[in-house]
């Protein structure tokens, strides 16, 4: 079964406007993290920002804010102020702390950013 | 941030061939690493995790003797594809587990692309 589920395969946004990137998750372990990376076209994985099961407020990281909703299993990537450098692949991830530190993807989704 | 560094970065072989890529934490030690195969315009698929001095877990579906993986010191694990062939073409990528991090995190390395002709 699909664990982790990013719903928008291409997504285009206007240079300096926001954009939210959906991610819906699935596990039964109640202590596992969430994350988020972005993969330009030279494919290296960059790391942009932590959710933690039990983490009482959202993650931010400058541009970069998470809206977590435990209850729906949501875990949503806003991008605020787009810049033509953000367009990239984005991609959901999940580490189970039952899983021994596996970190499972979601299929991505394509962000490209309009001048 | 902990650098992992991968080489080689491309490589190019004839069909039939083995092919070794070592994965390496530059400036922290993992005791655990991941390799990841990814195609064209999909995900990261989860192929096995790398235990220092202990054999590697794989993943459902993927052949262990095809893909061997190595994780002889803290900071190198190495996988081989064995016999490859052109179905065996794509991105690898591995990352390493960085224990002291404070979610403990994981690096990835810049990948190597495989084309095997």
């Known amino acids: 079964a699909q664990k982790i589920t990013q719903t928008q395969p291409g997504m285009f946004v206007q240079e300096k406007e926001a954009v939210t990137l959906d991610c819906t998750y699935d596990?039964?372990?109640?202590?596992?993290?969430l994350f988020w990376y972005k993969q330009p076209s030279s494919g290296e994985m960059i790391f942009l920002i932590y959710?933690?099961?039990?983490?009482?407020q959202n993650a931010t990281e400058g541009r970069y804010s998470l809206n977590f909703q435990k209850a729906r299993k949501s875990a949503n990537l806003v991008i605020s102020a787009s810049q033509l450098g953000d367009s990239a692949m984005y991609f959901c991830?999940?580490?189970?702390?039952?899983?021994?530190?596996?970190?499972?993807f979601g299929p991505g989704t394509s962000l490209s950013v309009i001048p | 941030g902990a650098v992992v560094s991968q080489h080689p970065s491309w490589v190019i072989c004839k069909s039939g061939t083995s092919v070794k890529i070592e994965c390496r934490s530059l400036?922290?030690?993992?005791?655990?690493m991941f390799w990841y195969r990814q195609f064209p315009k999909q995900s990261l698929m989860l192929m096995a995790t790398?235990?220092?001095?202990?054999?590697?877990?794989?993943e459902q579906g993927v052949e262990k003797d095809k893909f061997l993986i190595n994780h002889a010191s803290l900071t190198l694990s190495t996988l081989t594809v064995t016999s490859a062939h052109p179905e065996d073409s794509s991105f690898y990528i591995c990352?390493?587990?960085?224990?002291?991090?404070?979610?403990?995190?994981?690096?990835f390395g810049p990948g190597t692309r495989l084309t095997v002709l």
């Open positions: 596990t039964s372990d109640p202590s596992y993290g």
């Open positions: 790398s235990n220092e001095g202990s054999k590697a877990t794989y």
């Open positions: 991830a999940m580490r189970e702390d039952r899983a021994y530190d596996k970190v499972i």
């Open positions: 990352s390493a587990h960085y224990a002291s991090g404070g979610f403990g995190e994981q690096f």
């Open positions: 400036d922290f030690q993992a005791t655990t």
């Open positions: 959710q933690g099961s039990y983490d009482q």
